[in-house]
């Protein structure tokens, strides 16, 4: 695979004013959020939903991209067509999440640490194949009491340089993700600091193994307060501390990066990135990489009524879309 090939791929996921849409739950996450609104989990249920979201009507003016589960990328819609194949014909890059999910760090409570490399060279083959041309790797990092350790941040940096040099092996670009999670009562400082370590770790293990950044896109976290911190933060700040924080870790030949919402409101998530986009020019292109607030509003409204309320969950991820497309230019009007 060529290097200009991976950056071409890279380069359309940040193609301005457009951004990913997650739709990459596991089988256990979605069951959380069906839950949530008394949906059954069963598989007809998680392809008819998948459906709604990736057949949405001119996706594709706002969305560069969909990260998928590997049920849904082995799944159809029901006139047949497989969805890596839907996506395609309709300018929306086929992505796939690799990794398989975190598990107790041994030696180090309360840290977790991201498996699924054992096999992954051949994973990412059949990935590839079944039209994926990126893929995520979710690592999450808590913070609480004494906690991140170094040996957490280096394990998990360790473990995405690794996935991230198989994906360019195979011809898949790397969306690295390691999430600081908003959970605790930190303040937006501790947030900062510890986002700031990660992700030196993260480009100095990338670096060891030969990974070309040119063709990684870094999924990030916003510098956020802990959800539970007395001290919330404005917009303004939020928008400037992480953008601080990324100048001074991030590479200005990385392609660009994108962000998870984790947790926050979809007013919120807009709000951030857009005024990230308004503080002037950046190295590299600030998009949006949303699951929960690209999609919440949209599966209530389907929860309500499956068939009756479909074209109407589909507006609603189209307005997402754009506001989301909208903030990554700095041109969302609230
Ligand atoms: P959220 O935007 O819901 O955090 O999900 C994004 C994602 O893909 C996390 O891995």
Redesign the pocket.
């Known amino acids: 695979m060529s290097i200009e090939q991976l950056a071409e791929t890279a380069q359309a996921m940040v193609a301005a004013g457009k951004g990913i849409i997650?739709i990459?739950e596991s089988t256990s996450t979605i069951a959380k959020r069906f839950a949530g609104v008394g949906i059954e989990n069963t598989e007809e249920n998680r392809r008819a939903y998948r459906e709604l979201l990736l057949t949405t009507p001119k996706l594709s003016d706002y969305i560069s991209g969909a990260?998928l589960y590997d049920e849904t990328i082995r799944q159809s819609t029901k006139d047949g067509v497989p969805f890596a194949k839907y996506m395609a014909q309709h300018g929306i890059i086929p992505g796939i999440?690799v990794d398989k999910g975190t598990h107790p760090l041994a030696g180090c409570p309360g840290e977790v640490v991201t498996e699924g490399l054992d096999g992954l060279r051949d994973r990412l083959k059949e990935y590839y194949a079944l039209g994926a041309r990126f893929a995520?790797w979710?690592a999450v990092i808590n913070i609480g009491e004494d906690i991140p350790t170094g040996t957490c941040i280096e394990a998990n940096a360790h473990a995405l340089a690794r996935y991230a040099a198989l994906c360019q092996e195979a011809g898949l670009v790397p969306m690295v993700?390691p999430?600081v999670l908003m959970d605790g009562e930190h303040d937006i400082q501790t947030c900062y600091e510890v986002t700031e370590a990660v992700l030196r770790s993260l480009f100095a293990a990338l670096y060891e193994h030969n990974v070309l950044l040119e063709g990684t896109i870094l999924?990030a976290s916003m510098v956020v307060p802990g959800k539970d911190c007395p001290d919330q933060a404005d917009v303004e700040e939020v928008a400037e501390s992480t953008v601080m924080c990324l100048k001074s870790t991030v590479p200005a030949i990385l392609p660009g990066i994108v962000?998870?919402?984790?947790?926050?409101s979809d007013e919120d998530?807009t709000a951030h990135l857009d005024a990230m986009n308004r503080l002037g020019a950046l190295p590299w292109p600030l998009s949006f990489?949303?699951?929960?607030?690209?999609?919440q509003a949209a599966l209530k409204l389907w929860s309500e009524d499956l068939k009756g309320n479909f074209a109407k969950a589909q507006s609603t991820v189209y307005a997402r879309a754009k506001d989301n497309g909208l903030a990554a230019l700095g041109k969302w009007e609230g």
């Open positions: 997650a990459d990260i999440k995520k979710r993700e999430e999924k962000f998870l919402s984790g947790g926050q998530a990489s949303y699951g929960r607030a690209m999609q």
